[in-house]
């Protein structure tokens, strides 16, 4: 890789993530640093990037024509896992598929492969695990739960969820994430409601009184500006394109 450049700040979504690691590869330099503007803010030292659909998708695609499509999911569940040194990990293995191709997810000597190999199936293990575990609290209009899983398995386990014959309305909240998983009637999403002024629930019947008011009365709007990994293609239905404005 080439000499050490700038530090790169994002806005916390998988596209934002891309379009920091597409400003990086082009600068020609490694990275000193990629972080979630969310938790480490806006600093004058760091290059703030603008989340950019178009440049998301362009990298995503570039991941899967240059390497594979193995390589392009991994790089998508990956960025699910609480991993120490994520960002620059994902940064590595980016470069790495656009560098030398396909051969780089069998590059069982590599550890930063093995580590990533093995982080995205604890998540994969963590999702399965919490799908059939999940306890739901049964108000009279809606079924709640609250998790706190250690890796970001929520869009993983949205359509499995959705799917459950036995719920009607439902709300799952991700506490440790602030990933809230809502259906009303034929609608559902998933969105990050941490910029919310509420109190954070702990319990289902926590998030049945607190959640659920705000659920039942929220718009569905398509308009939402935020950025979603249906913009490139990622295969979860990561949409947050539930609007709590009233």
């Not at 998508?76 to 051969?103: H, P, Q, V, W």
């Not at 199936?121 to 609250?146: H, K, M, T």
Request: proline share 3%; with cysteine.
């Amino acid at each position: 890789m080439a000499a050490q450049g700038d530090k790169y700040t994002y806005d916390g979504t998988f596209e934002g993530y891309l379009c920091a690691v597409l400003a990086a590869l082009r600068s020609g330099k490694v990275p000193v640093s990629i972080s979630d503007r969310r938790t480490a803010g806006f600093t004058d030292d760091a290059i703030n990037v603008t989340t950019s659909f178009k440049d998301a998708q362009y990298l995503y695609h570039m991941i899967s024509v240059k390497s594979s499509a193995e390589v392009q999911q991994m790089t998508a569940d990956y960025f699910l896992t609480d991993s120490t040194g994520l960002e620059i990990n994902l940064y590595k293995m980016i470069f790495c598929s656009l560098k030398y191709g396909a051969r780089v997810a069998e590059d069982y000597k590599s550890e930063l492969m093995r580590g990533i190999q093995m982080a995205i199936r604890d998540l994969y293990r963590e999702a399965q695990s919490l799908l059939s575990n999940i306890e739901f609290f049964r108000g009279e209009e809606a079924s709640c739960a609250v998790i706190n899983p250690h890796n970001l398995v929520l869009p993983l386990i949205r359509k499995p969820l959705l799917k459950r014959e036995e719920l009607d309305d439902l709300i799952v909240f991700d506490r440790r994430h602030c990933l809230m998983l809502g259906r009303k009637g034929a609608n559902d999403m998933l969105t990050d409601i941490r910029q919310i002024s509420i109190k954070l629930p702990e319990t289902g019947s926590e998030a049945y009184e607190i959640l659920w008011p705000a659920v039942k009365d929220a718009k569905f709007d398509v308009r939402f500006a935020g950025a979603t990994s249906a913009c490139v293609g990622i295969p979860r239905d990561y949409e947050p394109l539930w609007s709590m404005a009233q």
